[in-house]
T-cell receptor, first 113, second 116 residues
Framework: NAGVTQTPKFRILKIGQSMTLQCTQD?????MYWYRQDPGMGLKLIYY???????DKGEVPNGYNVSRSTTEDFPLRLELAAPSQTSVYFC????????????FGPGTRLLVL | AQKVTQAQTEISVVEKEDVTLDCVYE???????LFWYKQPPSGELVFLIR??????QNEISGRYSWNFQKSTSSFNFTITASQVVDSAVYFC?????????????FGKGTLLTVNP
């Protein structure tokens, strides 16, 4: 099993550009999550999904969108990138609800200039 | 509301020293789960342990041990005979079975540096 994979590893965006961060898991997990990690601030939940076709907002959803058309994939869309979105983004998955162990992807480092 | 506090921002030790990373949590739920993750300099998040609120037994895994005390709402992590490879940021996290059961609340992390 590859676990949770994310692409790209690193990206530089200009202000106002858009992009999609890809996340795929091969563990047949129902729950998937997107977090952002800012220096010294731990991880904050952006969006999560409890299964294909079902998504919901986390703590910091503004400026992002998600979709979940399959169990395996959970892409995160940034529209109109802003410098405040400079961060490291982690995708995670768990078999069931959040009390189960969440397994994380390697992260995507995004720089918005 | 859930909250996790890791009061130690940075710790520096010399190899072979023992080191304890503190974690204090807050929740009103009676059923909850506590986690520790390791983030080495390469950046990935590595799962270390998951413990539920009904199991207060301490756990040992090699050089790692965890001390869970509900009375003080703490879930501390000790590395015995630290090694340079233990250098990383360590995160404590909390999840509950209540209304926000999707959510993993992280502390801000403790940067551990083990010097040779």
């Amino acid at each position: 099993n590859a676990g949770v994979t994310q692409t790209p590893k690193f990206r530089i965006l200009k202000i106002g550009q858009s992009m999609t961060l890809q996340c795929t898991q091969d563990m047949n997990h129902n729950y998937m999550y997107w977090y952002r990690q800012d220096p010294g601030m731990g991880l904050k939940l952006i969006y999560y999904s409890v299964g294909a076709g079902i998504t919901d907002k986390g703590e910091v959803p503004n400026g992002y969108n998600v979709s979940r058309s399959t169990t395996e994939d959970f892409p995160l869309r940034l529209e109109l990138a802003a410098p405040s979105q400079t961060s490291v983004y982690f995708c995670a998955s768990s078999y069931r609800q959040g009390t189960e162990t969440q397994y994380f992807g390697p992260g995507t480092r995004l720089l918005v200039l | 509301a859930q909250k996790v506090t890791q009061a130690q921002t940075e710790i520096s030790v010399v190899e072979k020293e023992d080191v304890t990373l503190d974690c204090v949590y807050e929740t009103r739920d009676t059923t909850y789960y506590l986690f520790w993750y390791k983030q080495p300099p390469s950046g990935e998040l590595v799962f270390l342990i998951r413990r539920n609120s009904f199991d207060e037994q301490n756990e040992i895994s090699g050089r790692y041990s965890w001390n869970f005390q509900k009375s003080t709402s703490s879930f501390n992590f000790t590395i015995t005979a630290s090694q340079v490879v233990d250098s990383a940021v360590y995160f404590c996290a909390l999840s509950t079975s209540g209304g926000s059961n999707y959510k993993l609340t992280f502390g801000k992390g403790t940067l551990l540096t083990v010097n040779p």
